[in-house]
């Protein structure tokens, strides 16, 4: 293998060198005849560019050169050796003169400024003042051509040159291809040219195929002025072509290989066959020896016991491992009945059956008996044997015993453990179906819970592919927080309960019944029922959930509301059917108590707006569409404006500006109530900004603050970075917010307000919780008497008597009074007359934006109603 090798790899490698240096000459080969094309390209274009240079030189010293002129310059150009095919002359950019004029007359007055295609290199050409190569590109009169563009530099008569214009010589593309040789047919290489970028790489391939760059050719860089090319060479028919000797020399050296191996191969194999033959000897005495040790200590190990018998004389051979079997001592030569008599009783007849069949019928003898030593241990064996002739052609039969009593117990304790383990098995079941039962119900009530429920919509939107028709209703029990407050949760856990019993005593045994949370019920039925139906159930379920119950010798009674909602054969989930139930359930105890709602398309309609509307209020704030509006109030005596109220507005994307009735009660649902109240506060210090720089006498502005925003701590952190003057800034407080209950967190949070030199007014009074106490504790610095109250004043006297006596408990305490809803100047006299200090409404001036209020300020229009109505 080491001869076969060293010769395999010297004439790889002499071939190898041989390919290698081919190669190399054919590089070489390339590279002289790409040398030469490459040298006469750029020594054409070189000479043609020289050419006109010429020309350059000549129009410099002559700037008024004539058409004449110009013309027996060309031909003295044309003259020589070129491949130019025309030259112009472009004063200012505008072409003047071609040369030869014949085909190239559209050219004359061509504007290089007016072109977008070439207006670039024009522009170079004077940005540079050296002459700019372009292309190749295709021409206009046909064929290609490289164009190269030359700034004439004039004298300007100051001592100073200047831009005259400049020189395009047109070189033609497919003469210079010639010139250089590339069109030859002696020519041996495949040629690609390339223009070049300035960052060095290739660029848009303009001659050849372009696969010749990624194929390592030889390239050569062509220059001329500021461009450059690259041309790259291959040979014809690619690098990988052999030599033309090649097989020459492999033949050979495979020869010569072949005389030097053969020889060598043969003494090995003769050496290989003798080292198979020994180690064939040596292997099998290994077998040998070892399949005799392996047996012997398989039979130590298992405890076998090897046995003959000679059929015709009926000797039995034992050997020491049979002995010991049996518990007999001896020479190991014993007879049959030596066998027979250590059989046990119960197994005798049938141990000397299968052995008298064995030996009849010459078959292999398989069997298991038992035995008794002679201290009276009872062994468990197994037998096996087999029938053969020695060379006498005596019948005799050989086979193994081997003790398992081991295996029998095992496998009866095996027996005992399944069983064993079955027991457990069924226990354990038990005891994992208790659990999920546990798991799904209900502890209390033993009614299915919210899990048992989600996986019953599954299976039930499981059914088929279209959904199976359902109805759900969802119970919610009233007054149920009121007995556990009162009669503790033995009386509430007492009430679930009877609930439940009574859910399932007035529904079908098909009817899924579940309790999903503290005092909600959910029934299914799997099918849809009429609005008479779903009536009468619902009624019915009502009914029995109002049945009292006594506990403690308490009689303990609830409501209940329900939410139905049913679905046909329709496309949506199970899950949106209990969705729906509940929005019903909620419109039910929006009404009221003991009252039963269905879900309609009303109802879908109401939820979707609703969310609808919360997310464009939440869009909103993002971007700032709440905004303030302004109503001025007015001093009831002189009727000069003596504070403003800053009322929130929502200029809506789509239905423009919009009132707090639109958006407040689902403000106040998503919890974003204080951030319009903080939106419109900032507002509203903004335009009192705006009021003093425009000299206007308005003393202070109001600003709603909701329960929500009042406990709001950012609201003291935005305070504190303000400078206000005393009295210029107040709080309205609506009356419902409830101060009684509230108490000792109202009357903190207002008194650290009031630190602030910030004013309180209770809004809307008379409508709402504020007891005379509560105004004590707060001592507001106004009451707004709301317009519910004023509106009657004109036609009834004791609305009049009213009012007058919310005056007179302002006055006792100090406090001033504002009156809304003025919505006639004769309000506005008797309201003045009972001793409101301010007023407030739509007889004098109604909400509007900061610009709007700046400029009704300074118009005072409202003074011209003074005598006429109120004095």
Not at 4 to 27: F, G, T
Not at 275 to 296: D, F, K, T, V, Y
Not at 556 to 567: F, L, P, Q
Request: glycine residues 8%; proline residues 3%.
């Amino acid at each position: 293998m080491i001869v076969v090798i060293a010769v395999a790899i010297a004439v790889v490698y002499a071939d190898q060198q041989k390919q290698r240096l081919y190669q190399e000459n054919i590089r070489n080969r390339v590279a002289e005849e790409l040398g030469l094309v490459r040298a006469r390209l750029e020594g054409g274009i070189t000479a043609n560019i020289q050419l006109v240079q010429g020309l350059v030189a000549v129009i410099e010293t002559e700037p008024d050169i004539s058409a004449e002129r110009f013309a027996t310059l060309g031909v003295r150009i044309f003259e020589t050796s070129h491949q130019l095919r025309n030259i112009a002359a472009a004063p200012d950019l505008v072409v003047k003169y071609v040369y030869p004029l014949t085909g190239n007359q559209p050219l004359i007055g061509f504007d290089y400024r007016r072109s977008e295609a070439q207006r670039a290199a024009a522009e170079r050409v004077r940005e540079t003042g050296k002459y700019v190569a372009t292309g190749p590109v295709d021409l206009v009169q046909g064929g290609r051509g490289l164009i190269v563009r030359y700034p004439v530099i004039v004298p300007n008569g100051h001592g100073g040159r200047t831009f005259w214009g400049l020189i395009a010589a047109v070189i033609d593309i497919d003469r210079l291809y010639e010139y250089g040789g590339l069109t030859s047919n002696t020519l041996d290489i495949d040629v690609a040219i390339a223009t070049k970028a300035e960052d060095g790489s290739v660029g848009k391939v303009f001659f050849g195929d372009a696969s010749l760059f990624a194929a390592a050719p030889v390239a050569m860089p062509i220059s001329f002025g500021s461009e450059s090319w690259e041309i790259v060479a291959a040979p014809k028919g690619g690098w990988n072509q052999p030599a033309p000797d090649l097989w020459v020399s492999r033949i050979l050296m495979l020869v010569v290989g072949l005389m030097i191996v053969a020889p060598v191969a043969w003494i090995a194999r003769l050496l290989s066959e003798r080292q198979a033959n020994i180690a064939a000897l040596r292997q099998r005495e290994e077998e040998l020896r070892a399949l005799s040790h392996r047996l012997e200590i398989a039979l130590e190990a298992s405890r076998i016991g090897v046995w003959e018998l000679d059929i015709g004389s009926g000797e039995l051979n034992w050997d020491a491992r049979m002995q010991k079997l049996y518990g007999v001592e001896g020479d190991g030569h014993y007879t049959y009945e030596t066998w027979r008599d250590a059989l046990h009783p119960d197994d005798l007849a049938e141990a000397e059956q299968v052995f008298a069949r064995a030996m009849e019928s010459g078959k292999d003898y398989v069997t298991e008996f038992r035995v008794m030593t002679a201290d009276g241990e009872v062994r468990h064996v197994r037998a096996y044997g087999t029938t053969y002739r020695d060379s006498r052609f005596r019948k005799k039969l050989v086979g193994v015993n081997w003790n398992v009593t081991a295996d029998i117990r095992l496998q009866q304790e095996l027996r005992d453990a399944k069983q064993q383990a079955e027991m457990q098995n069924r226990e354990l079941e038990q005891a994992r179906q208790h659990m999920e039962h546990n798991s799904l119900h209900d502890a209390l009530t033993n009614l299915p819970n919210r899990r048992y429920l989600d996986q019953y919509l599954m299976r039930l939107d499981a059914v088929s592919e279209t959904q199976a028709p359902a109805t759900v209703l969802h119970i919610d029990l009233d007054r149920f927080k009121d007995i556990n407050d009162t009669l503790g949760h033995g009386a509430g856990d007492a009430i679930l309960r009877h609930v439940a019993i009574k859910l399932r005593e007035n529904t079908r045994v098909e009817d899924f019944v579940a309790r999903i949370g503290g005092d909600e019920f959910v029934v299914v039925c799997a099918d849809t029922l009429t609005d008479h139906e779903f009536g009468e159930l619902a009624r019915r379920l009502i009914d029995a959930i109002n049945t009292p119950i006594v506990h403690c010798g308490h009689e303990c009674r609830v409501g209940a509301s329900i939410g139905i909602a049913t679905r046909e054969l329709s496309d949506f989930k199970a899950e949106q059917l209990l969705v729906n139930a509940d929005i019903a359930l909620y419109e039910a105890k929006r009404h009221g108590r003991n009252r039963v709602e269905r879900y309609t398309d009303r109802l879908k309609s109401l939820t979707i707006n609703t969310k609808k509307t919360a997310d464009a209020v939440l869009k909103s704030l993002d971007q700032n569409d709440f905004i303030a509006y302004f109503q001025p109030q007015f001093d009831a005596h002189t009727l000069e404006i003596n504070g403003v109220e800053a009322l929130a507005r929502w200029n809506h994307p789509e239905e423009g500006i919009l009132g707090p009735d639109s958006f407040l009660k689902i403000a106040e649902s998503l919890n974003v109530v204080s951030q319009i109240d903080a939106a419109i506060l900032d507002q509203a210090l903004l335009q009192r900004t705006r009021w003093l720089a425009n000299d206007l006498a308005i003393d202070k502005v109001s600003v709603n603050i909701s329960a929500q925003r009042l406990f709001d701590e950012s609201l003291l952190q935005r305070l504190d970075g303000l400078d206000l003057v005393p009295g210029s800034l107040s709080f309205e407080l609506l009356e419902s917010i409830s101060f009684d209950d509230k108490g000792a967190a109202v009357t903190s949070s207002i008194e650290r307000i009031k630190a602030y030199g910030i004013d309180i007014e209770i809004d809307d009074f008379g409508t709402g919780y504020a007891s005379i106490l509560s105004l004590l504790k707060l001592s507001p610095r106004r009451l707004k008497i709301d317009r519910q109250l004023t509106a009657p004043i004109i036609v009834s006297s004791a609305q009049r008597r009213l009012i007058s006596s919310i005056v007179d408990i302002g006055r006792s305490l100090g406090i001033e009074i504002v009156a809304e809803g003025v919505e006639t100047m004769h309000h506005a006299a008797i309201l003045r007359d009972l001793g409101c200090q301010t007023l407030q409404g739509y007889a004098l001036a109604r909400p509007m934006d900061g610009n709007a209020l700046i400029e009704f300020a300074r118009a005072r229009t409202w003074m011209q109603h003074r005598t006429a109505e109120v004095g």
